[in-house]
């Protein structure tokens, strides 16, 4: 039954592992927020970031390496990478509704990327016009493998979905050969400062065959911790240089390398069979969940150096949780589900999904946030950059790897192993794989009801196996111990199956070692965090607390303003006397909240906030 | 009685003001912590200071700008400032006790600036050798005139001090010439990103008489949040360029460079009475007090931009709380009591001064901190450079910062009136001004008794004033509306007179607005904020949580192993137990504190802490 893995059309295809992937294009997703965030993805988003790459400089800046434009460079060393990251988005999209313009973009980008590249391979339009001295000698900072690995993962993407890739594929390879040359069998040793190129490597090498990039890719990991590159100015934990993969116990430094990093570190494991690589990843995952994960699955507490904190340093308003590192965290956590075959990795990924991850998009597709924290407060002052959605960024990493997640959510739904098919994520429309076709009711996440109807099947037993969220105590039928409720059976055409989660809101509490969220209380339904906005309230927010074990009512809206549909949770709260302090906010008497008057206080899903007011909001809300 | 302020030995000396200064040697501090800070600034820290100025570059680089070395210039572009604050540490401890090094090394210094100075009385080793094409172009980040303001306030320390310092003004006065030549004469316009010249030139007017120095300071003021510089890359709030100084209402940005420019501000409204800047300088003061400081009186609740962050952003953990900013708010708090006369800016240097500040430097004076933060965590990962107190830094502004405020601290004791004597600060030692001579004997801040004997008098009637800090619930004999009690009669030699402060310790509530200490409570005494350490705790510290209510109880120590002579408080606590999450550390169990085992919890003086085992810390405490 795991037969297609050779063919198939997603961005992840190892050729080991317990669970294996299905294609982009073999899931559709027929509505629900995901087929939403699909449609915006395509119609709003995407069309703008294309638009963005010729304003931002993007393809400017690699005219200027092929020597077809003037003007200065644009933007930042990294640029290169906005596009590769673009066009890994327009392949997914067109593997999962084709379109001409996308093959055409890939095919024009490619040659112009084909004239830049050097006849060496080499190809960074920083590099090439700005420091042509520098190349390869500033790994700490330069960013030049990192850019190669999303060049990789476009040019991989391309190739899969049958996009107009086989220029991109052949750039690609010229670059990773040029790699493989002066990195793996040239002798000379670093690692780029920004982890992204291993798990890219690896893929390639699954497209191609070449050993050599899967290699190289082992010896960039074993490398880190060695010292190879300078320091950055960051110090060697910002690149997770401090201390070899195997004894590093604890995510550290720049989170979006941290994460990507591991996402290398399960591939090289799944294609060598390194066990000491696994548990190394597993090691730091369990550390990562208990102590440095937000609420909304977000990663990184810091805004100096993007960076986890130490271990229970999770403050709501100055969470960064850059949307990168919640794309990052469902990469790694793709790899552990396959691995291993957990349900807990899938949780994450569910989790990480529909809040840090679904909160950096506006409802409309047009705005991004960069950073997803869990408190806004009234002035936003010191914050009226990063406090609001934008269009665009100068440094814009986040859009486009938002939009080549939403466009390859597909591959993310199910797997196949030798026993059957595995869901892990529910949303409606139909699951292909092999002779099995799955259609999929489901008003999901609104909704705790999955239905699934078998419309093609073997004619021999297969089990289908359905993940129960970890969050949802009374589901029907329900889990084992691994997380997943199956059935094993002969499925004939027309068969039914029901899934029940429990989706009673759920008031949330922090462990006591979380110092910045003490007193106060989260509420959740289903997979989605909720928070508290300034529009839905009575009275300013800053004044409302909630009532200890508060009944939570579900309200649902068929198009709030601004929102669109939703279900919103009302909760009992009190107001508050405000009185700002008169000197140093610093008193001898207690903090016990007072009472105060009895009032309605309304939560929206988080991953809805900030399309209304740009007031306060806060998803952890003190409690009376 | 006020006809001394003009011939006072002090680094303020303002032509107006309700209260006016004493000088440094006007004041002999004789013990106490102030007396031993005094004692180890000069047999420790200054002593590493000045070795530092060769080995840190500084000296090297300023020899590569007069023509006379070889190398690379080393360090930032600030580095000459380093040298410049050490001058006046070095002029304010040969004023306080003379010793013929100091005005060597200032004599010796001064040549070297002359020979390093360009013909047009431009100076900065940076910019001369580095890029020598960039002068006044770059003001933005350039720091060439924050550097000329610390020349300035060198120049005139060691002028007043007597200090070997007549070619160092000519320096000065050479380069502020220079200034008033380009930025107010020459028609160019600008400011500089990090202010602190404005107060520099209003002191060198002061010394000089030189009207132009008054008017360049007040066109800088007057210049700021026009947009007249460039965008560093950190927005225009981080360099307070966003409005004009007298539209904006709330601190923002770099805190030292915000409370170097309101120390300017008061400044100018001292010479020119123009009231609208100490309007707006005393609505920032209220709401920075009310809504952005420490308990410490430390200021700057971010990392990322060593900034003020939003009203109530007051983490304990990432509190940045530079040293620096602790003595840029000492000097803006001072000049505001100077011209006000209101007690609760020598309220707030005294908080400052005993804990923000005093934490800064180790026990023995040979290590500082650059980040002052309330909470140390267990694993000190990320940590682990500015977790501990360090020799030194790349970038060292505060190790002589701290230097030479501790050798001017007399400065800061005490002013005159037209109507007598205001004591603000407490220390054993001697008080001269003018006729009267006064002698303080105490054990403050370790008791609450301060007795002053009168040695020398006029035969008319003075007002003694002796401050009562807010803390001091219960003194004896009680103040007036002004936070001062006084005694006008005619004082006679041996009259004394007792000031009894209430020292009983206390616990401390933080506002319901400080999410970040919500359900945590702190311990004071006297002046002193406290922290819990592990190397006082009987268990984990992190496992520890104050019994609310507890009593507070009173332990003397002659000679704590390396934290010297101390009062500890013990409390009473419970040791919770310790269950580390398994999975997310979010549930749905109440985190209230579960009961735990009665234990004794034991606080240090927050200025004390870090002379030990490098473990664990916390200002705030849960309350059980």
């Not at 190289?216 to 690149?239: E, T, V």
């Not at 100055?318 to 990052?328: G, K, L, M």
């Not at 994450?348 to 999904?353: D, G, P, S, V």
């Not at 939703?566 to 008497?589: R, W």
């Amino acid at each position: 039954m795991a037969d297609f893995a050779d063919r198939v059309r997603g961005p992840l295809v190892p050729s080991t592992g317990v669970q294996r992937p299905l294609g982009v294009n073999d899931v559709e997703i027929e509505g629900g927020p995901l087929g939403r965030w699909q449609r915006i993805n395509r119609e709003a988003s995407i069309t703008l970031g294309l638009e963005r790459m010729e304003q931002s400089g993007v393809l400017p800046n690699l005219r200027l390496a092929a020597g077809e434009g003037t003007g200065p460079f644009q933007g930042y060393r990294f640029q290169d990478s906005d596009l590769y990251k673009q066009l890994e988005a327009v392949a997914w999209e067109h593997c999962r509704l084709p379109d001409e313009r996308y093959p055409a973009f890939v095919a024009e980008s490619a040659g112009l990327l084909a004239r830049a590249q050097r006849p060496d391979g080499y190809l960074n339009s920083h590099y090439q016009v700005v420091k042509p001295d520098k190349i390869f000698a500033e790994l700490e900072y330069s960013h030049e493998m990192y850019c190669a690995g999303h060049l990789f993962q476009a040019a991989v993407a391309a190739a899969r979905a049958d996009c107009g890739g086989q220029e991109l594929l052949a750039v690609a390879r010229r670059f990773a050969d040029h790699l493989v040359e002066v990195f793996l069998t040239g002798g000379d040793d670093g690692i780029d400062g920004h982890a992204e190129v291993e798990t890219a490597l690896v893929e390639l090498y699954r497209l191609t065959g070449e050993r050599s990039y899967l290699e190289l890719a082992a010896k960039l990991i074993d490398n880190r911790g060695k010292g190879l590159i300078a320091d950055s100015g960051m110090g060697p934990l910002y690149a997770q240089d401090h201390l070899p993969v195997r004894e590093a116990d604890t995510a550290v430094g720049h989170a979006v390398r941290q994460l990507y990093l591991e996402a290398g570190i399960v591939d090289v494991y799944l294609e060598t069979g390194d066990e000491s690589l696994l548990e190394c990843s597993v090691r730091r995952w369990e550390d990562m969940v208990a102590t440095k994960t937000s609420i909304t699955g977000g990663h990184g507490s810091r805004h100096d150096g993007e960076a986890f904190g130490e271990r229970y340093e999770l403050p709501p308003d100055r969470a960064y949780n850059e949307s990168c590192a919640a794309i990052a965290s469902i990469h790694w956590n793709w790899r552990l589900l396959l691995a291993t075959g957990h349900g807990r990795y899938a949780d994450l990924i569910e989790r990480t999904l529909y809040n840090a991850f679904a909160a950096s998009t506006s409802a409309d597709g047009t705005r991004f946030f960069y950073v997803n924290p869990l408190q806004r407060r009234a002035d936003l002052i010191e914050d009226a950059y990063l406090g609001r959605r934008r269009e665009w960024f100068a440094c814009a990493c986040c859009p486009p790897n938002i939009m080549r997640l939403v466009s390859s959510l597909g591959h993310y739904v199910a797997t196949v192993d030798d026993e059957g098919l595995s869901v892990h994520q529910y949303a409606p429309g139909r699951i292909r794989a092999g002779e099995i076709t799955l259609a999929v009711e489901t008003d999901y996440p609104w909704d705790g009801r999955v239905l699934f109807t078998v419309e093609s099947a073997p004619d021999t037993e297969w089990t289908l196996r359905l993940r129960v969220p970890a969050w949802s105590t009374r589901t029907a039928p329900p889990a084992g111990p691994d997380g997943y409720t199956a059935v094993r059976r002969v499925w004939r055409p027309g068969d039914t199956f029901a899934l029940d989660l429990d989706m009673s809101p759920r008031l949330v509490h922090p462990h006591r070692r979380i110092d910045a969220l003490r007193g106060c209380a989260a509420v959740e339904r289903g997979p989605l965090v909720y928070c508290f906005e300034q529009a839905d309230q009575q009275a300013a927010l800053e004044d409302l607390a909630l009532v200890p074990g508060t009944e939570l009512r579900v309200v649902e809206r068929d198009d709030l303003p601004g929102v669109g549909r939703t279900v919103l949770i009302e909760a009992d709260g009190l107001l508050l006397p405000s009185s700002p302090p008169d000197g140093l906010p610093y008193s001898g008497a207690p903090t016990d909240l007072p009472t105060g008057t009895g009032v309605t206080v309304t939560a929206v899903p988080y991953h809805q906030w900030d399309n209304r007011d740009g007031g306060v909001m806060r998803v952890w809300t003190p409690l009376a």
